[in-house]
């Protein structure tokens, strides 16, 4: 997702946005571990949305916790508004959780709105402290004022094990008042994220069939979803956890995703922030054995021109479709979802999905397309792709001008009102061109057609799914979000935790299909802090948001660049064309890329991966 130029802009937007956050103090070191327990993935904030009441909070006074006109909450109605009087004033928030032990990673986040009555552009007059037992992870302030909310995480896996208070204080001074609203506190825990050899991933080769039909605008579509999948690890399967990612942009008490009427399965608890369902299998699944879940499902697409939103008549759907989550030898991976980059990490699988819509709505997809009439006045459209990692469409009534590239692939630019027809030319012509140029670096384009969705109010710049992409009319994003179908699509990755394995490689990808060298890569390089690595997860990059594009794009495909230049031209092109054939429809790892780059050379590449901070 988001292209580097674009990325730039939207980084600099969260960082006026963000606040200035404090330099973390060292937090306590984890004990040395024990036989090791069982990670069972939790979110362990109760009434984080304050939708239930009070309890179990404790706060300084009855309104705090408050739905009073006024402040507005992220999701739902009620939210936690500490001080806004605007005379000496301290609000306090706070609530005992158990973090569990056994569990790799805890992360903690909250979403955050802060308006102020000071105008100093200088002077920290109110702050808010955010603190989990006696170590503070970030103080805000009225210098960091913002128009909607922001969402800030925070890495707290050195509690495990351990009863804390996570806890709130927003002191004012004597004058103009600065309110401090808070909202959707959660803090998840999940497995760890070393994975091991590809053949241990599971459950393996799932296959999704999906039926639905939408309302006339296309913002509401309801229908059945079927999976199959196998169980490939050695370890018997006793439940499988869907992904209902979309759930992020709603609440749990009105999610967008809903999943009713489960067969093949019973469901259980709803878990990170609701976009994770686990579901038991009727018997343990053996290796090699096979089972299908079944469900209804209901979409509703929220306003916003986003990955998952509408922009007026056009519709985004993209991570609409449960997906199943990964197990492997550090167990299920139940990230949680982020804004500033990618969560998903999923196995290839084969989709056939059929919508049913206005005929007045256009609907670019996923894989192949077939339109038939359906009933009076409406059409199907009947998409089918193998070996993808999601499915994602668009519905609305767009402008289309279709090409084939000079290798075959055939292309479709989709545009929405306002792009005009020579900027849709140019963006087909770079299409082509895109598609070539990787294709012929890393190996041909497997997936058929190529969508292209073109809106220029995209916040994000561009996103990329299998076949399927959104972008502004700009040649770099096009050509990096194309350039995602090879590095993401075709070579996976655990983007949560490992997003420079994508969007390093697709920067880098890019650069070369548009003729740059990265000769001045390094221009201006400062690293934040000892902590700040190019392979860093994204559980860092959320709590270090303005630093994500720099360093992952930047510094990321800088040291790509390095690695030609080390190993030479024709043996880095040797590497990633071979790494990309023996990882086709696999999962990349950084020791597996460490691996195929040392064997192409006999420089000893220690100093290389420790000097350009790339761990793993």
């Not at 939408?214 to 059945?224: E, K, R």
């Not at 040649?475 to 994508?502: C, K, R």
């Not at 880095?572 to 086709?584: E, F, G, I, Q």
């Not at 950084?590 to 780059?597: D, I, Q, V």
């Amino acid at each position: 997702m988001r292209s580097t130029p674009h990325r730039s802009v939207a980084a600099r937007l969260l960082a006026v946005a963000a606040l200035a956050v404090v330099s973390l103090p060292a937090l306590p070191a984890a004990a040395a571990p024990s036989a090791a327990a069982a990670c069972t993935p939790a979110q362990v904030v109760a009434n984080g949305g304050f939708e239930s009441g009070t309890s179990p909070w404790s706060q300084s006074s009855t309104s705090v916790i408050t739905s009073r006109s006024g402040q507005s909450a992220h999701g739902g109605s009620s939210f936690a508004w500490l001080d806004g009087v605007g005379s000496t004033h301290t609000d306090t928030l706070s609530q005992s959780v158990t973090v569990p032990s056994g569990c790799d990673k805890a992360t903690l986040s909250f979403w955050l709105h802060i308006d102020t009555a000071e105008t100093t552009s200088s002077t920290a007059y109110d702050k808010l402290t955010a603190k989990i037992g006696s170590t503070t992870l970030a103080t805000y302030s009225n210098l960091d004022k913002n128009t909607g909310y922001v969402q800030k995480s925070f890495d707290v896996s050195a509690f495990a094990g351990q009863t804390v208070n996570v806890a709130f204080t927003g002191t004012e001074d004597s004058s103009l008042q600065t309110s401090f609203v808070l909202d959707d506190i959660a803090l998840d825990t999940s497995a760890g994220t070393t994975p091991p050899a590809d053949s241990t991933r599971t459950p393996a080769s799932p296959s999704y069939t999906v039926s639905l039909s939408s309302n006339s605008s296309g913002t509401v579509w309801t229908g059945h979803e079927s999976a199959t999948f196998t169980n490939a690890s050695s370890t018997a399967l006793g439940e499988v956890y869907l992904r209902l990612w979309d759930n992020y942009h709603g609440t749990c008490s009105a999610m967008p995703i809903t999943v009713t009427n489960l067969t093949g399965g019973t469901a259980g608890a709803l878990s990170v922030g609701c976009t994770a369902l686990q579901i038991s299998l009727p018997a343990p699944l053996a290796q090699g054995q096979s089972a299908t879940i079944g469900f209804d499902l209901g979409i509703t697409v929220p306003s916003g021109a986003d990955r998952f939103g509408h922009d007026g008549a056009f519709n985004n759907i993209g991570n609409a479709l449960p997906v199943l989550a990964v197990k492997d030898g550090a167990g299920w991976h139940l990230d949680p979802y982020t804004n500033n980059g990618e969560s998903f990490y999923s196995l290839a699988a084969d989709f056939k999905v059929t919508l049913d819509h206005p005929s007045s709505l256009l609907v670019p997809a996923t894989g192949t397309s077939v339109d038939t009439p359906g009933s009076s006045g409406r059409t199907v459209t009947t998409a089918t792709a193998s070996k993808v990692r999601d499915f994602a469409w668009a519905a609305g009534p767009f402008s289309k001008i279709s090409g084939t590239s000079a290798a075959g692939t055939a292309i479709n630019v989709y545009s929405v009102s306002g792009i005009s027809s020579s900027d849709a030319q140019s963006m087909l012509s770079t299409a082509k061109t895109a598609v070539d140029a990787h294709a012929a670096r890393f190996g041909a384009y497997p997936y058929g057609e190529l969508d292209a969705v073109i809106d220029n109010n995209y916040w994000f710049g561009g996103m990329e799914y299998p076949g399927f992409v959104l972008d502004l009319v700009s040649t770099t994003a096009l050509t990096h979000e194309i350039g995602h179908q090879w590095w993401y699509g075709i070579v996976g990755d655990d983007e949560y935790n490992s997003p420079w394995l994508d969007e390093a490689f697709t920067d880098y990808a890019t650069d070369l299909a548009l003729g740059k060298t990265g000769s001045n890569c390094w221009n201006s390089v400062s690293w934040a802090s000892s902590a700040e690595k190019i392979t860093n997860s994204m559980a860092y990059w959320d709590a270090h948001s303005s630093r994500y594009s720099t360093v992952v794009y930047g510094y990321g495909k800088c040291a790509l660049h390095d690695l030609r230049r080390l190993i030479g031209d024709t043996a880095m092109t040797k590497v990633l064309k071979d790494y990309a054939s023996s990882h086709w429809y696999g999962v990349s790892t950084t020791a597996e890329f460490k691996a195929a780059a040392q064997s192409a050379t006999s420089t000893d590449l220690t100093s290389f991966w420790s000097t350009h901070r790339i761990d793993g």
